[in-house]
């Protein structure tokens, strides 16, 4: 099993910033991608950043120059720094990974519970 620990969400203001962090835990054997979704009521879940174990990145267009995603390879954490933040980015933020839980090449992907971020004045 594996465990994904978030934190950092909440209220902001518009203009504000946040900072995600996501501690991920269990049967791991190693962390391909790493990346965060978000769910806004009515919509979809949509794939916010994702970033490689080498350390590429790719981002939703909406989110491109105010988000920036990194990971911690030693620790199996990824982080989402939220800048500029609008009233459009109030969403449950939900990290994700695609992992290698053992030696023998046995891959999955797996989901976190969600952290409520929400941008109001």
């Known amino acids: 099993q594996v465990q994904f620990v978030e934190s950092g969400g909440g209220l902001v203001q518009p203009g504000g910033s946040l900072r995600l962090s996501c501690a991920a835990s269990?049967?791991?054997?190693?962390?391909?991608?790493m990346g965060w979704y978000r769910q806004a009521p009515g919509k979809q879940r949509e794939l916010v950043a994702v970033?490689?174990?080498?350390?590429?990145?790719r981002y939703a267009d909406s989110v491109k120059g105010r988000f920036t995603i990194s990971r911690d390879n030693a620790k199996n954490t990824v982080s989402l720094q939220m800048n500029s933040l609008k009233p459009e980015d109030t969403a449950v933020y939900i990290c994700?990974?695609?992992?290698?839980?053992?030696?023998?090449?046995?891959?999955?992907?797996?989901w976190g519970q969600g952290t409520q971020v929400t941008v109001s004045s």
């Open positions: 994700n990974a695609d992992i290698r839980y053992n030696a023998l090449g046995g891959v999955g992907n797996s």
């Open positions: 269990g049967s791991i054997f190693s962390i391909y991608a």
């Open positions: 970033i490689s174990s080498g350390g590429g990145t």
